[in-house]
């Protein structure tokens, strides 16, 4: 069985950093590009970073220079460190992927959790 599992989540002050893990746990043979999208209480969820297996990143505008991605892939973990936090910063936290199981040749796309990030004074 294949798991994805956040972690790292808390709340803390304006300006203050954090950094958020994603683990893919299970017999495991591929693991492709890794994200993390948020979702706001009541709103939409929406991308904030995704890390390929080069090391390759791509991040949304609304956290591009404060967020950083990363990702190691002998132990299949991503890393979300993020800097100078704001209120709007607020949100559920989700890893996602896609991962090809050792005893099958189909790639899934998984979801994590969550882990609840609060940004507030």
């Known amino acids: 069985q294949v798991q994805l599992v956040e972690s790292g989540g808390d709340l803390v002050q304006p300006g203050e950093s954090l950094t958020l893990s994603c683990e893919a746990s299970?017999?495991?043979?591929?693991?492709?590009?890794m994200s993390w999208y948020r979702q706001p209480t009541g709103g939409q969820r929406t991308f904030v970073a995704t890390?390929?297996?080069?090391?390759?990143?791509r991040y949304a505008d609304t956290i591009k220079g404060r967020f950083t991605i990363s990702r190691d892939n002998a132990k299949n973990t991503m890393y979300l460190q993020m800097n100078n936090l704001r209120p709007e910063d607020t949100a559920i936290y989700f890893c996602?992927?896609?991962?090809?199981?050792?005893?099958?040749?189909?790639?899934?796309?998984?979801w994590g959790q969550g882990t609840q990030v609060t940004v507030s004074s």
């Open positions: 299970g017999d495991i043979v591929r693991v492709d590009g």
């Open positions: 996602n992927t896609n991962i090809q199981r050792a005893d099958s040749s189909t790639i899934r796309n998984y």
């Open positions: 890390v390929f297996p080069d090391g390759q990143t």
